[in-house]
Protein backbone atom coordinates (compact mmCIF):
# COMPACT_ATOMS: atom_id res chain seq x y z
CA UNK A 1 0.00 0.00 0.00
CA UNK A 2 1.41 3.14 -0.88
CA UNK A 3 1.35 6.31 1.75
CA UNK A 4 -1.13 7.96 -0.39
CA UNK A 5 -3.39 5.31 -0.49
CA UNK A 6 -2.57 5.11 3.26
CA UNK A 7 -3.98 8.75 3.56
CA UNK A 8 -6.93 7.83 1.80
CA UNK A 9 -7.52 4.83 3.92
CA UNK A 10 -7.26 6.83 6.84
CA UNK A 11 -10.03 9.97 5.57
CA UNK A 12 -12.32 7.36 5.05
CA UNK A 13 -12.44 5.55 8.73
CA UNK A 14 -12.57 9.06 9.87
CA UNK A 15 -15.34 10.21 7.55
CA UNK A 16 -17.33 7.15 8.16
CA UNK A 17 -16.63 8.04 11.99
CA UNK A 18 -18.05 11.01 11.89
CA UNK A 19 -21.10 9.72 9.74
CA UNK A 20 -21.76 7.60 12.22
CA UNK A 21 -21.54 10.33 15.12
CA UNK A 22 -23.54 12.84 13.16
CA UNK A 23 -26.56 10.62 12.53
CA UNK A 24 -26.59 9.67 16.58
CA UNK A 25 -26.56 12.98 17.02
CA UNK A 26 -29.36 13.85 14.72
CA UNK A 27 -31.31 10.40 15.87
CA UNK A 28 -31.35 12.16 19.62
CA UNK A 29 -32.07 15.43 18.25
CA UNK A 30 -35.52 13.69 16.75
CA UNK A 31 -36.17 11.43 19.91
CA UNK A 32 -38.80 13.57 21.37
CA UNK A 33 -41.01 13.25 18.33
CA UNK A 34 -41.76 9.93 18.70
CA UNK A 35 -44.01 9.01 21.86
CA UNK A 36 -42.56 5.24 22.01
CA UNK A 37 -39.17 3.94 21.54
CA UNK A 38 -39.24 1.56 19.34
CA UNK A 39 -40.54 3.58 16.75
CA UNK A 40 -37.61 6.13 17.50
CA UNK A 41 -35.09 2.63 16.81
CA UNK A 42 -37.46 2.24 13.79
CA UNK A 43 -36.32 5.61 12.85
CA UNK A 44 -33.22 5.62 13.45
CA UNK A 45 -33.00 2.30 10.80
CA UNK A 46 -34.56 3.82 8.34
CA UNK A 47 -32.55 6.79 8.56
CA UNK A 48 -29.31 4.57 8.01
CA UNK A 49 -31.19 3.29 4.89
CA UNK A 50 -31.78 7.31 3.85
CA UNK A 51 -28.56 8.11 4.40
CA UNK A 52 -27.29 5.22 2.34
CA UNK A 53 -26.10 4.96 -0.92
CA UNK A 54 -28.49 2.30 -1.59
CA UNK A 55 -29.52 2.91 -5.62
CA UNK A 56 -33.27 1.90 -5.17
CA UNK A 57 -35.32 1.92 -2.13
CA UNK A 58 -38.83 0.66 -1.30
CA UNK A 59 -40.43 -0.98 1.84
CA UNK A 60 -38.76 -4.44 0.82
CA UNK A 61 -35.06 -3.19 0.31
CA UNK A 62 -35.46 -0.70 3.61
CA UNK A 63 -36.61 -3.97 5.33
CA UNK A 64 -34.17 -6.16 4.06
CA UNK A 65 -31.32 -3.39 5.07
CA UNK A 66 -32.82 -3.26 8.78
CA UNK A 67 -32.84 -7.11 8.60
CA UNK A 68 -36.52 -7.33 8.43
CA UNK A 69 -37.75 -10.27 6.97
CA UNK A 70 -40.60 -8.25 5.12
CA UNK A 71 -41.43 -4.27 4.91
CA UNK A 72 -44.03 -4.29 6.96
CA UNK A 73 -42.73 -2.86 10.20
CA UNK A 74 -41.33 0.21 8.00
CA UNK A 75 -44.67 0.63 5.71
CA UNK A 76 -46.43 0.80 9.65
CA UNK A 77 -43.79 3.67 10.69
CA UNK A 78 -44.43 5.76 7.42
CA UNK A 79 -47.98 5.25 7.19
CA UNK A 80 -49.77 4.57 10.59
CA UNK A 81 -47.49 5.27 13.36
CA UNK A 82 -48.06 8.35 15.48
CA UNK A 83 -44.92 10.57 15.48
CA UNK A 84 -44.79 14.54 15.33
CA UNK A 85 -43.54 15.08 11.66
CA UNK A 86 -43.49 18.95 12.30
CA UNK A 87 -41.04 18.14 15.12
CA UNK A 88 -39.05 15.60 13.24
CA UNK A 89 -38.46 18.58 10.61
CA UNK A 90 -37.52 21.16 13.01
CA UNK A 91 -35.12 19.02 14.37
CA UNK A 92 -33.65 18.06 10.69
CA UNK A 93 -33.48 21.90 9.91
CA UNK A 94 -31.51 23.17 12.89
CA UNK A 95 -29.10 19.72 12.35
CA UNK A 96 -28.62 20.80 9.13
CA UNK A 97 -28.16 24.51 9.73
CA UNK A 98 -25.74 23.99 12.42
CA UNK A 99 -23.62 21.65 10.18
CA UNK A 100 -23.57 24.29 7.68
CA UNK A 101 -22.39 26.88 10.11
CA UNK A 102 -19.77 24.72 11.48
CA UNK A 103 -18.73 24.48 7.70
CA UNK A 104 -18.87 28.41 7.68
CA UNK A 105 -16.87 28.60 10.76
CA UNK A 106 -14.09 25.72 9.42
CA UNK A 107 -13.93 27.64 6.10
CA UNK A 108 -13.25 31.31 8.13
CA UNK A 109 -10.85 29.55 10.50
CA UNK A 110 -8.69 27.95 7.01
CA UNK A 111 -8.51 30.50 4.64
CA UNK A 112 -7.66 29.20 0.71
CA UNK A 113 -4.29 29.61 -0.83
CA UNK A 114 -4.80 31.77 -4.21
CA UNK A 115 -5.28 29.58 -6.95
CA UNK A 116 -6.27 26.64 -5.37
CA UNK A 117 -9.53 24.84 -6.52
CA UNK A 118 -11.47 23.64 -3.04
CA UNK A 119 -14.25 22.02 -3.09
CA UNK A 120 -16.98 24.08 -1.14
CA UNK A 121 -14.21 25.27 1.41
CA UNK A 122 -12.52 21.66 1.82
CA UNK A 123 -9.30 21.52 0.54
CA UNK A 124 -9.22 18.49 -1.33
CA UNK A 125 -7.79 16.64 -4.47
CA UNK A 126 -9.19 14.71 -7.14
CA UNK A 127 -8.14 11.25 -5.14
CA UNK A 128 -9.75 11.86 -2.31
CA UNK A 129 -13.17 13.47 -3.74
CA UNK A 130 -16.00 11.14 -4.64
CA UNK A 131 -17.77 13.48 -6.92
CA UNK A 132 -16.60 12.81 -10.10
CA UNK A 133 -18.30 16.15 -11.95
CA UNK A 134 -15.85 18.22 -9.06
CA UNK A 135 -12.98 16.11 -10.17
CA UNK A 136 -13.37 16.87 -13.77
CA UNK A 137 -14.18 20.98 -12.88
CA UNK A 138 -10.79 20.85 -10.75
CA UNK A 139 -8.48 19.05 -13.83
CA UNK A 140 -9.94 21.60 -16.53
CA UNK A 141 -9.56 24.45 -14.05
CA UNK A 142 -6.06 23.58 -13.08
CA UNK A 143 -5.33 23.54 -17.37
Given amino acids: MTKQQSKAAAAVRVAA??????????????????GRVERWLRAGKYLAVVMSEMPARNG?????????????R?????????????????????FAVAGLDWGRRAAANHPERPGHITNGGCRTSAAFCRGREVNRANRRARG
Fill in 17 to 34: GLGRRKRAELLELVRPAF
Fill in 60 to 72: WTIARFAGDRTAG
Fill in 74 to 94: TLRLLNRAAWDAAAVMGAVRR
